[in-house]
């Protein structure tokens, strides 16, 4: 790969045009009328997303060399399926697994219709780190707010590294972040959903003790994502966004949003 400066900026480059002319996918806002557990696909959260998996598109294509369709993806912790949905939708050549424990979390502990209605098969994972798949299975592993939840992330980040090929990428979005005003806000009010939280400095140094390397680390969500209406969103998400690249807002923001590869 290329220089690791330029990587990231080409990153950001990227981010930057994968938000432009996002408009909600009708299945996902029909399943968010339906049930009540997935109304946040209603709102700018479902933008989001889809905002996430154009950015992947784009970064597979830059750092791999590869379209979708040549693209093993680990949806890691896939809890609704929502992000097994989109990535399939982008062609992606998707895997999608989590814990069988009764959490609310797991799709294994909750009404799932975006599941059982596309037709996603979960890989169901009896251990909470070890998974069942050889090393070096996947392009891509991809963790979308899942890292944060885990009994032990260091180790968890260690087992995504060994199925993960060795020119492949590892993307960890939604990881709560330690100066976020939301997380802390949340905290005070007893709201412990997100119990321990993520600097810049910490994630450096998970990925280097699972091998490695960071390629980019960005701010995102300086508004709360779930408190957004969608008829908002194409103002106040572009605006975080731009705040969250070009001013000391940042440091502010609800998440980091990282991309790695391996040593």
């Not at 998707?94 to 996603?120: K, R």
Request: hydrophobic fraction near 45%; aromatic fraction near 8%; charged fraction near 20%.
């Amino acid at each position: 790969m290329a220089d690791q400066r330029a990587v990231a900026e080409q990153l950001d480059r990227l981010d930057a045009q994968a938000g432009a002319g996002v408009l909600p996918d009708a299945y996902l806002a029909g399943v968010a009328s339906r049930h009540p557990a997935h109304a946040f696909l209603g709102g700018n959260t479902q933008l989001i997303y889809q905002r996430q998996i154009r950015f992947l598109v784009e970064a597979v294509g830059l750092l791999l060399g590869k379209a979708p369709g040549e693209v093993n993806v680990l949806d890691w912790g896939c809890g609704k399926g929502h992000n097994s949905y989109l990535l399939r939708r982008a062609g992606f050549r998707v895997t999608a697994c989590d814990v069988t424990e009764q959490a609310d979390d797991s799709a294994f502990g909750q009404a799932t219709p975006i599941i059982a209605e596309q037709g996603i098969e979960v890989v169901p994972l009896a251990d909470d780190v070890v998974l069942p798949f050889a090393d070096e299975s996947f392009d891509v592993v991809l963790s979308m707010g899942v890292l944060e939840h885990v009994r032990d992330d260091a180790a968890s980040l260690r087992e995504l590294r060994r199925v993960v090929k060795p020119n492949g990428l590892c993307l960890v979005f939604f990881l709560p972040y330690t100066l976020s005003w939301t997380q802390r806000l949340a905290h005070a009010r007893g709201d412990r959903y997100h119990d321990h939280l993520y600097s810049r400095a910490l994630v450096t140094k998970l990925a280097a003790g699972a091998r490695f390397h960071v390629l980019r680390i960005a701010h995102g969500q300086l508004f709360p994502k779930n408190a957004v209406p969608l008829r908002a969103a194409s103002v106040l998400e572009p605006l975080a966004r731009w705040l969250c690249r070009y001013t000391p807002l940042r440091f502010l923001a609800t998440n980091l949003e990282v991309v790695l590869a391996p040593e």
